[in-house]
């Protein structure tokens, strides 16, 4: 099932029995931005369509999906990551938040404090001498990490 | 389903976020970030997050995380005797798997101990490309007499004991023994339950793979060099060794597991002397990522040592010898002039 919140919407308004007059409805998402929401219509849209392509393979329809994945990867600034597991969250779509959470822990894998600072947008917050007593406690860790 | 079109509307924060342009990873709800993306991660990268922020470090410190971490890597810490004292370490499971997953790199000298090891507990785990083939817990008692002043030694596996592997035995040339090296993966990590600390003696990937010709055994050694004495250059090697049999075509089975200390003159340290040696390991010794190959390189330099060692001995006695000789040709000269010319 994706996009449990508007489906909810929609359960919500027949329970309540309001007919409709209008040719169309407006449904509100005030936590969720225009562009990722763009980003997660497609998505599904491109899974449904795969999925019909393929409804007996289902080797098939995984491996289609991973290549259109790569390329949506491509495509996606990682900033815009976090924006769009916001919104595949709130609007609960598991298959999407399941996939853009997996991209996020590729991106940092294997990566220095500094990048996953810069990639989350976070600033060090830690008291004096926190810090060092926590990079002292990993310090192997951070050998041989990736170049950001 | 009514007909007719929806629209979505959705509102665009672009000016209104306080955090200068931008969602941060702190507006994801915790759950998500803690089942979604902290449960992907290594325990390598998992570190670097917790030192990214306080909110990254007050989620990514949930021993649960740790604990899979942990459990995934070495199974046989699932074990009851060794959950419990990991519970009892001060850093949990965060820190067992700071000590035990790096790689050993103790170059310094033992320093002074303040408590005595009881007890060592072992837990080994072996590995076939991605398959656990053994995986034991071992506890073994180190304050009695008899441990102290025997040579030091942890067997796994008993006399008449072997364990079945899936490992198909190819044939016996060079390239079936570095398929092993490539992928047979072993982990002996040594608890101490009082001291609260743990260690990572082997060398992850085998050392060195030999094939004895008579018996058909595979002996893989898993060693790591660490400092021996007061002395940086006196090195001894923990040595783990595992031997394979196994007939061509058939199944691998392993009949020995078994760990010794040995020095650079190829004696094997009694359980006092190697006691005192791993118990530095476990407390001062640094760690390091695994870097391919460190392991062997090392070990090859250990072996370079050891031969230099031996080579120096024989040398001094024959020297020593040469000097005996000359001396007793010199006396036996001097008498019988003695005797000719009186």
Known sequence: ???????????????????????????????????????????????????????????????????????????????????????????????????????????????????????????????????????EEFAWSFEGVDED | MESGTTTITTVDHDDDHDHGGGTAISDVHQDVIKTHILTRLDGATLASASCASSHLHALSTEEQLWR??????????????????????????????????????????????????????????????????????????????????????????????????????????????????????????????TGNRAVNVSSRSPVSVQHHWLTGDVQLRYSTVVSGGEDSSELVHCAVVVTCEGKVGGEMHVREVSMQVEDLEGKHLNGKDSLVILQGAMESGKRKKERKGEGKERFEEFLKMKGERKERKQRRERALDMACIATGLTIFVAFWSFILFR
């Open chain 1, 1 to 135: 099932m994706k996009f449990c919140a508007v489906k909810q919407y929609f359960d919500d308004e027949n329970n309540n029995n309001i007919t409709s007059g209008a040719s169309t409805t407006m449904i509100p998402l005030p936590n969720v931005e225009s562009h990722p929401l763009a980003i997660l219509i497609t998505y599904c849209k491109k899974h449904l369509k795969i999925k019909a392509n393929n409804a007996d393979n289902k080797k098939e329809t995984e491996k289609e999906m991973e290549q259109y994945e790569q390329e949506l990867l491509k495509k996606v600034m990682p900033q815009e990551l976090t924006e769009l597991i916001l919104a595949a969250n709130y609007l609960n779509f598991k298959e999407a938040l399941d996939f853009f959470c997996r991209a996020v822990a590729s991106a940092i894998q294997n990566k220095s404090i500094e990048f996953v600072r810069k990639f989350f947008g976070l600033e060090s917050d830690f008291e004096l001498g926190e810090e060092e007593k926590l990079r």
């Open chain 2, 68 to 193: 899979e971490i942990c459990s995934s890597a070495w199974p046989s810490i699932d074990h009851p005797r060794v959950r419990h004292v990991i519970s009892s370490f001060p850093g949990g499971y965060r820190s067992f798997f700071s000590y035990s997953f790096p790689l050993l790199h103790h170059r310094s000298p033992p320093k002074h101990h303040h408590h005595y090891l009881a007890e060592i507990i072992s837990a080994v785990d072996v590995h076939y490309k991605a398959s656990l083939i053994f995986s034991k817990v071992q506890e073994n008692e180190t304050k009695s007499d008899w441990f102290l002043c025997s040579p030091f030694r942890f067997d796994l596996l008993g006399q008449k004991e072997s364990v079945q592997t899936p490992i198909r035995h190819v044939g016996e040339d060079q390239a079936w023994l570095d398929h092993l090296e490539e992928n047979l993966k072993l982990s002996w990590i040594l608890i101490d339950p």
